[in-house]
């Protein structure tokens, strides 16, 4: 059948149809012209048709309660509306054109048939942000390499699970190694209720490093507990959670506890040719800044990479966050002697603290020191550290939170007497700097000094007095909708952090604060406050998928600006989007603004 002049079939929604819902479409389609002014769907009324624009623009409007109109969004060529009232019977919205317009006229019988025999063009329509941004991601995304975000850790190829007493000797152990072709073994010893595990290079490490003889029984080389992920876990998981530990194989459970097998570098890589190891495995063997500055730069290579092959963006960044955590801990054993490393702690704030950290941007870490620690070299230290990570690729950050500077490098007593100060104050650099804390974790050093700070901060959760404060700059940006509902566009691009991530990080966090919930990540918040009821069931579903889409927004167009020469920002030119693209960041600034009506409920703050 000859295609309908003017209606592309190959784009979002209509792509996911097939060869021969598509031909029943065009079989049935018409176009109308509607002059301006033309009321074309009544709120609470069905329609006859669903239509996409071919040119003109139309505006969707809701009436209040006094009939005065307010305007939801408007629509332009390529645009699909009235969807839900074929479906439902009942139109959410009235819409009206605005100019003479042209549209393609879908019968509602026709579009119910698609949406009843086409599952993924009706969750298009019926589902929110989550599901539509999913549906545009899998579309992009149906490549090979993309398998290692999906693919779970119970179809990889797992080693299996070989048991060995704890009184088995080291040249036992050896030989079953080789006779089974496995590179670690779980032992079994009757005072733990679990087996421990032991590695080859345990058992190399015990002869050649410790001297002990090949009749030495291996129980007392076992490591415990043993670091375990589900069947049901994505590879990419186990990824993270190997580079994070510093390990090269996890145990992998089935749902009932089973130990299934074990899951190494080696299996995760035959599903997925990433770097990522590569690039640890370079951090764990360098012995200079030099070495650590060279494994660090391929980085932005493995971001670009995985980005290119449809990695979702929360894989990303937690794979991201944990190398970066890698760098910070070599680079602060450098400087610290050993002697000093368990009197201080070393913490990453802002979105390194929050693992949503994509590219190598400002340095923003403090430091926990114990209160009887006695160095006079801290802080020639932590000067150098500060100069080494500038020189590995993390810039100074111009606000100077960093652990160079005094203000941000302060004793377990010191850390009590800021949070009592920003309980005080309740704006300006104070709430600024308290904000930047309440996303601390710590990545190296002492870690146990930190747990006294982190329950200071969450104490402050029950000051509704600074909590009301803090929570007001969620409204300092607006989201940058147009007055009819659309992206706005500017000369110098789109800030995504300043109308979109800030609104939504922030305000989860003060709700997080509030709510006594000690996650420091976006998600995890988001999905805490959303279990507690402390958020909508549709918010808490749609958030993340409305920042998953700033990220990957933000990042493709900073990925685009260093092929340039130019420095990565926050700012997308919203013209060069696709128009599905254009589509999901106006439905996620949307949540953006139903958000900041919840938290501006949620803290009681004025407009």
């Known amino acids: 059948m000859d295609p309908v002049p003017g209606l592309d079939l190959s784009i979002p929604p209509f792509d996911l149809l097939d060869d021969a819902g598509r031909a029943r479409l065009q079989a049935r389609v018409d ?34 309660d006094s009939g ?22 009942r139109a959410r919205l009235s819409y009206r054109t605005d100019s003479d317009v042209l549209s393609f006229l879908i019968p509602a019988d026709t579009f119910r048939s698609l949406v009843a025999d086409y599952p993924r063009f009706a969750a298009y329509f019926n589902e929110g942000l989550a599901v539509k941004g999913r549906l545009s991601g899998d579309a992009r995304e149906r490549r090979e390499a993309a398998e290692l975000m999906v693919t779970q850790v119970g179809e990889a190829q797992l080693a299996p699970a070989e048991r060995v007493a704890s009184s088995t000797t080291i040249a036992e152990a050896s030989a079953r190694l080789h006779s089974s072709r496995v590179d670690c073994l779980l032992v ?9 595990i032991v590695t080859r290079t345990d058992l190399l490490e015990a002869l050649t490093l410790r001297g002990l003889p090949l009749d030495a029984p291996v129980g007392a080389l076992a490591s415990r ?36 097998g074990t899951l190494g570098i080696a299996e995760v890589l035959s599903h997925f040719a990433s770097h990522s190891h590569l690039i640890s495995l370079r951090l764990a ?75 190598k941007t400002d340095q923003d870490n403090a430091l926990v020191i114990a209160d009887d620690l006695d160095w006079d070299g801290l802080p020639d230290a932590m000067a150098r550290f500060s100069e080494a990570l500038d020189r590995v690729g993390y810039p100074p950050c111009p606000g100077g939170v960093m652990v160079n500077n005094p203000h941000w490098r302060m004793t377990a007593r010191e850390w009590q007497a800021r949070i009592e100060h920003w309980r005080q104050r309740h704006g300006g650099e104070a709430a600024l700097d308290l904000s ?51 992206v706005r566009t500017a000369a110098e691009g789109t ?113």
């Open 436 to 486: 930047i804390a309440l996303d601390a974790r710590p990545v190296a050093g002492n870690t146990a000094l930190f747990a006294p700070v982190k329950d200071g901060l969450m104490a402050l959760g029950g000051d509704e007095i600074l909590m009301h404060h803090l929570a007001r700059a969620t409204l300092n940006f607006d989201p940058p909708l147009t007055f009819f509902g659309r």
């Open 68 to 89: 005065h109109e307010r305007r939801f969004a408007d629509y332009g060529p390529g645009d699909v509306f009235g969807a839900w009232a074929v479906m439902a019977g």
């Open 188 to 196: 079994e010893d009757a005072e733990h209720v679990e087996p421990g």
């Open 495 to 607: 800030d995504l952090k300043k109308g979109g991530i800030f609104p939504v990080v922030h305000g989860l966090r003060c709700l997080a604060l509030r709510h006594g919930i000690a996650a420091t990540g976006s998600l995890e918040r988001c999905e805490a406050l959303t279990a507690r009821g402390e958020l909508p069931a549709a918010l808490g579903r749609d958030l993340p998928q409305a920042l998953d889409v700033f990220q990957r927004m933000r990042l493709d167009a900073q990925l685009a600006g260093l092929e340039t020469g130019r420095a990565p920002d926050n700012r997308i030119d919203t013209e060069r989007l696709r128009r599905l693209d254009r589509e999901l960041l106006r439905d996620a600034l949307h949540v953006v603004k139903e958000f900041r009506d919840h938290v501006r409920r949620a803290f009681h703050l004025a407009d």
């Open 285 to 359: 063997r360098a012995r200079s800044l030099d070495e650590i500055a060279a494994a660090a730069s391929g980085m932005t290579g493995l971001v670009r990479s995985l980005a290119a092959h449809g990695a979702r963006m929360p894989y990303l960044m937690e794979l991201v966050s944990a190398l970066n955590s890698r760098v910070m801990a070599r680079l602060f054993e450098l400087v610290v002697p050993a002697e000093h490393r368990d009197r201080i702690c070393l913490l990453v704030m802002g979105s390194e603290g929050r693992r949503e950290q994509l590219l």
């Open 31 to 64: 176009v109308g012209f509607h002059p301006a002014g033309t009321t074309l769907i009544e709120a609470g009324h069905a329609s006859p048709h669903a239509h996409v624009i071919l040119k003109g623009l139309v505006h969707a409007y809701q009436r209040d």
């Open 225 to 260: 507990p043993l670091v375990c992920i589900g069947t049901g876990e994505v590879l990419f998981q186990a990824l993270i959670s190997m580079t994070e530990r510093h390990i090269e194989r996890v145990v992998v459970r089935d749902r009932d506890g089973t130990l299934r």
